[in-house]
């Protein structure tokens, strides 16, 4: 019975899994289904996770995806569930990824401080290994000296005629430095300016760049640097406080290296512009680092001081920044050398200028008797000590250029070079022959008097009317011009002018004693030689003559021979008249006092003549007696017999006042004037 009983019931129960073991399997199903979805529902933050943090690396979106794996962190990562761990896993390889690619974004140049901050930071919160910060700082020190060099290699090329990518249209570094917010006085040439290289000497244009890229890179490397030192790179807020604690500890280990970093780039750039502007302060082994530039020719002072206003506008932005003086005195000792040099090279080519100052003389004298080229020497000198104006500048922190012995004697030297110079000029003009004159641009000035007699467009001034001019000009440069040059020295911070000025009085003094017994020796020597054969013409015997009835034509000529020269004389200038007569009187009355010492006996009517012709002479010529000249006339009446007769007295009177009065237009020019004689 009970075994009946229990095969029904297994039949029942089989029949019974047969109706609702599909019914079964499914509400099973739908169990276990509706658990994963709970399960899934609960977790999806961390399931959807990987996909989110692809999506938010895509868009940047770097904030929410370290929020999100931070969370996931904490939540999961020490789950022990293997289905999380699976995930959590996903997680970390995508995070892994985010690192390397914030690192090499971080690493990427060039980029803003804003952005190097941002992924340093990023970084920090994704708790990277190793120091992402002092990677980025080695990178963009790395960058940064590329750059210097690029800089040089590219101005090199293009000073050779090659190609560089095309053309030398300004690149990265250019567009940067353009879009810096640092400053500064110049500004780079913009892109689409394709003449941009031509504006100016290819070594000028360098130091422009160089120095574009020094001051719009290392003001954001020490602003990096600064912000690692405190801190301020992972908190600006003073969180996380361990990892400040860190970075300053790091930084406080790197800072003998971070302090060779900068002294590397400034070192680099100092070296860079030597070895393009002063090659011969470089070593052998720099010159091939750092120069090949081709010496074509050398700079002009003008384009130095504009090198030298460029460095120091960029020394000035670093220093603002707070950088150690002594990791800037590189620079400083750059400035002093290029200020030496521009204050040296200057002089030389001030000298050269004033060589070909000769060239511009074109002998139209003004109304003191002085032409053009005074002026424009002083005007040259003017010039030269307003360029050196930057050079001469003194900035704080700077050295005088004339504390230092040797440069202040060099340009003592120089000066003194160019006042010799021009005086050699002035020499070479007095001696060149009237072929050797380009007269074509020639010509008189019409507010003066009618210069030499005549004016035509031939017109050549002679030897001895080039003696004038430049024993005028050499007068004024004494007097005016000299004087003029010492205040400018002085006003300008020039020490010698003392030394410079003496010696320029003594060579022009020199000069002019030398030109000066040149006119007088062509001048007097005619005259002089004249005397003899006249006394003596048509057998002349002061022993057997006839009595006296006037003064005889060899002394009137002579008079009208030192007239001629007085006109000469006075048409370039007045003040020379004086000096010139006295001198040729001197020599005429000492060649008459010799002539009467070597006359043997006189008759009684050729002392009467003899004293006649002398007193005649000296009283026409009275206002330019010397002491020279008076003793001379004095030698020579007491040479002659006296005259003891009253009617010999008398006569000699009437014949005194008869030359007198029919000469009287012709010794006008004698009359005293307010110009005194000239003492030298």
């Not at 019974?16 to 899934?40: C, H, I, M, Y």
């Not at 760049?209 to 490397?221: A, K, Y």
């Amino acid at each position: 019975m009970t075994q009946r009983l229990e095969n029904v019931l297994n039949r029942a129960s089989d029949t019974a899994d047969t109706l609702f073991q599909e019914v079964l399997g499914r509400k099973d199903k739908a169990d276990s289904t509706r658990n994963a979805l709970n399960v899934l529902q609960r977790f999806k933050f961390l399931f959807n996770l990987p996909l989110n943090i692809e999506r938010n690396i895509q868009k940047g979106d770097y904030d929410v995806v370290i929020n999100d794996y931070e969370k996931a962190k904490s939540l999961f990562g020490n789950t022990e569930v293997q289905v999380f761990r699976k995930v959590y896993a996903e997680v970390e390889t995508r995070i892994s990824a985010l690192r390397s690619l914030l690192l090499d974004k971080l690493l990427e140049t060039p980029s803003t401080l804003h952005d190097q901050k941002r992924y340093i930071r990023y970084l920090s919160d994704l708790h990277a290994p190793g120091d992402p910060a002092w990677q980025c700082i080695v990178a963009q020190h790395k960058w940064i000296l590329q750059l210097m060099q690029t800089s040089k290699d590219n101005y090199i090329k293009s000073q050779r005629g090659l190609d560089v990518e095309g053309d030398l249209r300004p690149s990265a570094v250019t567009r940067l430095s353009q879009t810096a917010s640092l400053k500064r006085g110049g500004s780079f040439q913009s892109p689409a300016d394709t003449s941009w290289r031509f504006k100016g000497p290819q070594q000028v244009s360098f130091v422009e760049n160089l120095t574009d890229v020094v001051i719009s890179q290392l003001p954001n490397f020490w602003k990096l640097w600064i912000s690692y030192v405190n801190g301020s790179l992972f908190s600006e807020t003073g969180e996380k406080s361990g990892q400040v604690e860190k970075s300053k500890k790091n930084a406080r280990q790197r800072q003998n290296d971070f302090k060779k970093m900068i002294e590397e780039v400034t070192h680099r750039l100092v070296k860079l512009v030597r070895g393009a502007l002063l090659p011969s302060t470089l070593s052998e082994q720099e010159l091939r680092l750092y120069g090949g530039w081709e010496a074509k020719s050398e700079l002009s002072g003008q384009w130095l001081t504009q090198v030298i206003h460029t460095v120091r506008v960029s020394h000035e932005a670093l220093a603002a920044l707070e950088i150690p003086n002594d990791l800037l005195q590189v620079i400083q000792d750059l400035l002093l050398d290029l200020r030496v040099r521009c204050l040296l090279l200057t002089l030389h080519q001030t000298a050269e200028d004033v060589k070909r100052l000769a060239e511009k003389e074109d002998w139209v004298v003004d109304n003191e008797g002085v032409t053009s080229l005074p002026a424009q020497f002083e005007q040259c000198m003017v010039q030269m000590l307003q360029s050196l104006k930057e050079a001469m500048e003194c900035k704080p922190g700077e050295i005088n250029l004339f504390q230092m012995e040797r440069t202040q004697d060099r340009a003592c030297e120089l000066c003194v070079g160019i006042m010799k110079v021009f005086i050699n000029c002035l020499e070479q003009l007095s001696t060149k022959s009237d072929g050797d004159i380009d007269t074509s641009h020639l010509s008189v000035d019409i507010a003066s008097p009618d210069l030499f007699g005549s004016v035509h467009e031939d017109f050549s001034p002679t030897l001895e009317q080039r003696l004038l001019i430049i024993l005028s000009n050499c007068q004024h440069l004494e007097r005016h011009t000299f004087l003029n040059l010492a205040n400018h020295f002085e006003k300008h911070g020039f020490l010698g002018t003392e030394k410079i000025t003496r010696v320029s009085v003594e060579l022009v003094r020199e000069l002019d004693e030398r030109l000066f017994e040149s006119y007088i020796e062509k001048k007097a020597d005619p005259i002089v030689g004249s005397l003899e054969p006249g006394i003596y013409a048509g057998y002349f015997d002061w022993k057997d003559c006839l009595p006296p009835t006037g003064v005889r034509n060899y002394l009137k000529e002579a008079l009208v021979n030192i007239i001629t020269v007085h006109a000469e004389v006075f048409t370039v200038s007045k003040e020379l008249v004086p000096r010139v007569l006295s001198r040729i009187v001197e020599s005429v009355s000492e060649e008459m006092s010799r002539l009467m010492q070597c006359v043997s006996s006189f008759s009684k009517n050729g002392a009467l003549q003899a004293r006649l012709e002398i007193c005649a002479l000296r009283d026409a010529i009275s206002s330019y007696l010397t002491t020279e000249s008076n003793t001379s006339f004095k030698q020579a009446l007491e040479a002659l017999p006296q005259l003891h007769s009253g009617a010999d007295k008398k006569l000699l009177e009437e014949l005194l006042n008869t030359f007198k009065s029919s000469m009287q237009l012709q010794l006008t020019c004698f009359q005293p004037s307010s110009v005194l004689p000239i003492k030298r």
